[in-house]
């Protein structure tokens, strides 16, 4: 095992009475690309600017390549920041801009032309160099915040919500961008975001923090097939999954699960033989849930209340009492609100959590 | 209100034009006497068409009467005391921005209600501490300057002195300076200055490339109103200034407007005029800076 | 730990960069505003007896003040000045001008320019151009021009001085007005407007019961500021009439000017001052509520 380049041990922090970071406790391996992600307010930022430096830390350890950074001023870290602003100096050109931190440094003229030269090629910046940010779109904006980062060759870069102020189609041109570029220079990456969606398609593995605490921690795939709570369920995947309350009950076949809403429906598979007569919530995700014909095969009966039809997908909406499913077939089904609609479900993508949200069985 | 029936709309309009022009000429005809009154060799007290044009009141402010002396009189206090203004607002503005301090608010009321204080009310008690100070410094200067000293203490004196004008000026127009900046420096991102940390810039560095750039607007805004504030201030000078060789401007024309019998009106209108320009001047460059900065309570 | 040390530090940075405007604003503003309060309470001169052993005299200059017919002259001369130029003459033709530039009239910039340069004219310069306008006997401008309407022949400024002076600082203040209430106006957002027009509002309507309601802060505000600002005017009316004729013109300021400098009772004119100062400070401290200053 090699030492981790981030290393965060009961970090905490507060302002004021509340305790915004509860105690985290993660690493960071060298080349990784980290995602923090959590609704707004989860602590994700503070615990990005605590690593930065830009925020104190209340208490634990923060470990860098082995070396305890706690006190160490934000410029002497070795770590870079993208800001959700962006924070471009208006009064100064891009080449001005990207340069910043070696001027500063007394590097020599000429060789800070060589630097900026070699950051903007890569980052396709060279004809913009004498350009003020103002004149800038979106995306050329980013791109030089990006430029002043990877200038310093900085061991860590934080990115905090970068692409939050990109409407949508550059959001995709310029995820595939930070992909690119983290395949090319090989960074330890720390990125927050609130989009599930950034999380996945970008990261290594992604910390999903919920008020001040880590919910999980995990690759994008295994926070997707294996949640450890409703948190993580509910928040990773989109259409989010579907959550229905019932309590788990045994009979001569094995378990099941039965809904409040009266339906069962069997486990097969899982092992949930302690906690038969418990109340439990069933997770299921919308693509695990499809309309049948056949009532023989179907596990319960609903009304459609919405339609959206995608052309390559079709969402439902059905009610089956208390409860709102969200059904994702694939193909489109030529099916209208209010009429009755049979649902089989997938046994072997359940996830059953208990009443306090964890995780009983997958 | 473009959706109003044509007829009524032409109305409207005819009636705007009407109000500009009687509110324009209002506002315009006294300027238009001083203009006139300022080349006209025979110039009078009433508006009238030049006899003759002619320059030679502004010849004679500067070659007769002491013109050159008050304007840069003028000039050397205001802008020392716009500068002194820029500088403590800057960093005042700054601290008033960023700071989290239980006492930044009271503080920001005080400044509000400090604008509100009239001058005059100010004054007699302004005067004796600047007596006292004056007596200090005069104490202090005396023996080291020996016999050059009345010269200094015309330019360190607080009474019937530099120092003690462009001090008294600048304080007047601090309150507001420290609110434009502050209300400036809330609009400035933190983030420009974290950035400038994670580039490694240090305090000094921080704010001379980064937060001096950044707040020159403000500041503009801050002196230009200072300027204008202090260039037409009669008040302080009347009372404090009385050496003949330190008269500013206001002093030099009110005092020429006083010489009973002998007034000339050119004169007077082409010194009211010298007077009058480096005011419009700023003012000009004020203007789009007027309603940003009304809730500081600027007003004329 | 080391960085809540340096956060302190910072704290402390800050109240160093604050200090250079605290010195000059406590020393030059707030100790001269509580000494003036201890000067009403003697009986200081700059000249006389009392000028080499001021005495402690309690509140009798306040008596004397409110016994002072000439003060409560000051008082209400003020009161018309203010009500009269800055609530009403300012505001009123501020406002129509607004109102006015709003439609599409050529040379908007020029008339613009033209109304807001009264606002640039030193006080004494504009005292002065006043003066021509007003007196300059059998030619005077302003008897010409009311002579050309059929009026006989008056010396304005003799003869209606309180009016002549609010009306001269109303053609200082019009620009100001017009430019703080165009910018009141123009944020009311058009859709507002076409919402109303939607609704059947014709344009008086539109004016009473859709911009005026939501100009209110901004005219209130407006208010309040040029009230203050109005109160501590001095050159104008001193280079226009010092006061006179009579004490027709003398606004609170010019009184206590007289009354310190010119008559030389520092501690009866510091009474009167006192009086200024509160009147001052309830009406700011009216506007910093109002403003509800966001920090």
């Known amino acids: 095992m090699t030492t981790p380049m981030i290393k965060l041990s009961g970090v905490r922090k507060s302002f004021g009475a509340v305790e915004v970071i509860q105690g985290v406790d993660i690493e960071v391996e060298d080349g990784e690309f980290t995602v923090f992600v959590g609704p707004s307010g989860c602590g994700k930022s503070t615990l990005l600017r605590m690593i930065a430096g830009l925020e104190s830390i209340d208490g634990g350890d923060l470990i860098l390549n082995g070396k305890r950074i706690n006190d160490v001023p934000p410029d002497q870290r070795g770590i870079a920041m993208v800001f959700q602003s962006y924070a471009l100096y208006p009064h100064m050109t891009v080449g001005q801009n990207i340069g910043f931190s070696l001027d500063l440094k007394k590097v020599p003229k000429a060789e800070i032309a060589r630097e900026v030269g070699r950051v903007a090629e890569l980052l396709q910046l060279s004809d913009l160099l004498d350009r003020r940010p103002a004149e800038l779109s979106g995306g050329q904006r ?141 997770g299921i995700r919308p693509e695990d849930i499809r309309p049948v014909d056949d009532v023989a095969q179907a596990d319960l009966s609903g009304a459609i209340a919405i339609v959206e039809r995608l052309g390559a997908e079709t969402y439902l909406n059905v009610r089956d009492g208390q409860d709102t499913l969200l059904v994702r077939a694939q193909g489109d089904l030529a099916l209208s609100p209010g009429a009755p609609v049979q649902l089989a479900l997938n046994h072997s993508a359940f996830h059953l959590f208990d009443q306090s949200g964890r995780v009983i069985a997958a | 209100m473009a959706g109003v029936p044509l007829k009524r709309s032409g109305l409207y309009t005819a009636m705007a034009y009407l109000t500009l022009i009687v509110i324009s000429i209002f506002c315009l005809l006294p300027f238009v006497w001083m203009a006139l009154a300022s080349v006209d060799s025979n110039a009078k007290l009433f508006l009238k068409w030049p006899d003759s044009i002619t320059f030679d009141h502004y010849i004679k402010v500067f070659a007769e009467e002491n013109g050159v002396r008050w304007f840069a009189n003028s000039l050397f206090t205001v802008l020392s005391a716009t500068i002194l203004v820029m500088i403590i607002s800057g960093l005042g503005g700054y601290a008033l921005s960023r700071s989290k301090a239980w006492w930044k608010q009271p503080f920001l009321y005080a400044i509000l209600l400090i604008r509100v204080l009239p001058s005059t009310a100010l004054l007699v008690p302004l005067y004796k501490i600047l007596l006292t100070a004056n007596n200090g410094m005069g104490n202090m200067l005396r023996p080291l300057v020996g016999e050059n000293y009345r010269s200094f203490m015309q330019i360190f004196g607080f009474i019937d002195g530099y120092l003690g004008l462009i001090v008294v000026l600048a304080t007047g127009q601090l309150p507001l300076a420290l609110w434009i900046m502050k209300v400036f420096f809330d609009g400035v991102p933190k983030d420009y200055e974290e950035a400038a940390i994670l580039d490694g810039a240090t305090l000094v560095q921080r704010i001379r490339r980064v937060l001096i750039p950044l707040a020159l607007p403000g500041l503009a805004a801050a002196g230009l109103f200072t300027f204008m504030s202090a260039w037409g201030d009669f008040l302080l000078p009347l009372i404090l200034l009385s050496s003949p060789e330190l008269q500013t401007l206001p002093i030099g024309l009110f005092r020429a407007f006083l010489r009973v019998n002998e007034i000339d009106y050119g004169l007077l209108a082409a010194l009211a005029t010298i007077y009058l320009i480096p005011a419009v001047i700023a003012f000009s460059f004020a203007r789009r800076f007027l309603v940003q900065t009304f809730s500081g309570g600027v007003k004329g | 730990m080391a960085l809540d040390a340096f956060q302190k530090r910072r704290e402390r940075q800050t109240l160093l960069l604050l200090l250079p405007a605290l010195i000059p604003l406590v020393i030059l503003t707030i100790y001269p505003a509580l000494y003036a309060i201890y000067l009403s309470m003697t009986n200081e001169a700059l000249t006389g007896l009392a000028a080499a052993k001021p005495r402690f005299v309690g ?71 006043w003066i021509s306008m007003l007196a300059g006997g059998d030619h005077a401008t302003l008897s010409k021009i009311m002579m050309a309407l059929g009026l006989p022949w008056t010396d304005w400024l003799q003869t209606f001085p309180l009016f002549m002076v609010v009306m001269v600082n109303t053609w200082r203040g019009i620009g100001t007005a017009m430019i703080l209430l165009t910018a009141g106006l123009s944020a009311v957002p058009s859709e507002v407007y076409e919402a109303a027009r939607m609704d059947g509002a014709n344009p008086r309507q539109i004016f009473t019961r859709i911009t005026l309601p939501l100009m209110a802060p901004t005219i209130f505000l407006y208010m309040l500021i040029s009230t203050v600002s109005t109160i501590s005017v001095f050159g104008l009316v001193y280079a226009l009439t010092r006061g006179g004729p009579g004490n027709k013109t003398e606004v609170i300021s010019v009184y206590i000017y007289n009354q310190s400098f010119t008559a030389f009772q520092i501690g009866y004119g510091a009474a009167g001052a006192v009086v200024a100062l509160l009147v001052s400070l309830t009406l700011g401290i009216a506007y910093v509520r109002s403003l509800k200053v966001e920090v």
Request: hydrophobic share 50%.
């Open chain 3, 59 to 129: 509140a009798a200059n306040y008596f004397r003040l409110f016994s002072d017919g000439r003060f409560w002259n000051a008082l209400f001369v003020t009161f018309v000045f203010v009500v009269g130029s800055a609530i009403i003459g300012q505001f009123v033709l501020g406002f129509i001008s607004a109102v006015a530039l709003r439609r599409k009239v050529i040379g908007s910039p020029i008339f613009g320019a033209a109304i807001l340069l009264p606002n640039a004219a030193p006080e004494v310069v504009a005292g002065f151009m």
């Open chain 1, 142 to 282: 980013q791109r030089v915040a990006i430029g002043r980062a990877i200038i310093k060759r900085p061991r860590v870069i934080l990115f905090d919500e970068p692409l939050s102020n990109l409407d949508a189609a550059l959001r995709v041109q310029m995820r595939a961008e930070l992909q690119n570029l983290h395949q090319e220079l090989r960074p330890t990456i720390v990125y927050v975001t609130h989009d599930q969606i950034e999380a996945m398609t970008m990261a290594t593995r992604i910390v999903v923090l919920n008020k001040g605490k880590v919910e999980q921690w995990d690759t994008p795939i295994a926070l997707y097939t294996d949640p450890v709570n409703t948190f993580v369920a509910s928040f990773i995947g989109s259409p989010r999954m579907n959550l229905v309350s019932g309590s788990i009950a045994g009979d001569t076949a094995g378990q099941v699960f039965k809904a409040d809403a009266g339906w069962t429906a069997r486990l097969d598979g899982h092992s949930v033989a302690g906690a038969i007569g418990q109340r439990a919530t069933l």
